[in-house]
């Protein structure tokens, strides 16, 4: 693979396949729950539930941190990706417990797409700014989404 074109998204790889591997100890958790309890404790239901939600917002976290990333930075959207890794692992952590306990990993997520989505539609709109009138104002925005992902840190 080129060179230029691997810098460009190696970190959104990175979190990509970290996002894998989490998967997988989700799945994992589901599949010993199972067999410890053949499937008929609640405890199993909550698993397999958080599992699902988890897995019913991977396809839109994906798009949108890799739109984030290609059409406007790899590293805030990196960045944001771990953390959505972060409350995904906090929702689902919480949901093996009492239901209302994954409810601020499952805020904190909503609020890492949110994130991602605007960035990518800026991303976008620059685009458009510089293909139809010439102005170009990427690095201005790099330099506010490298800033205000930090604020993601903030609970």
């Known amino acids: 693979?080129?060179?230029?074109?691997?810098e460009n998204i190696f970190?959104?790889?990175l979190v990509t396949l970290l996002s894998v591997v989490q998967n997988a100890f989700f799945a994992q958790k589901v599949e010993k729950e199972c067999?410890?309890?053949d499937g008929k404790k609640p405890a199993f239901e909550r698993l397999s539930c958080a599992n699902?939600?988890?897995?019913?917002?991977?396809p839109t976290f994906l798009a949108v941190m890799w739109c984030a990333g290609i059409c406007l930075s790899q590293a805030p959207a990196a960045f944001a990706g771990v953390m959505y890794l972060v409350a995904r692992q906090k929702y689902f952590v919480g949901y093996m417990g009492q239901t209302c306990q994954s409810t601020p990993g499952f805020l904190f997520g909503k609020r890492v797409l949110f994130f991602l989505s605007l960035m990518c539609v800026v991303g976008i709109v620059n685009y458009l700014l510089v293909t139809y009138l010439g102005?170009?104002?990427k690095e201005y925005i790099q330099t506010i989404?490298?800033?205000a992902s930090?604020?993601?840190l903030i609970p």
Request: proline share 0%; aromatic share 8%.
């Open 52 to 58: 699902r939600n988890c897995m019913d917002a991977y």
């Open 135 to 137: 102005s170009d104002y």
């Open 145 to 147: 989404t490298k800033a």
């Open 11 to 13: 970190l959104l790889v």
């Open 1 to 6: 693979m080129d060179e230029v074109i691997m």
């Open 35 to 37: 067999k410890t309890h």
């Open 150 to 152: 930090t604020l993601l």
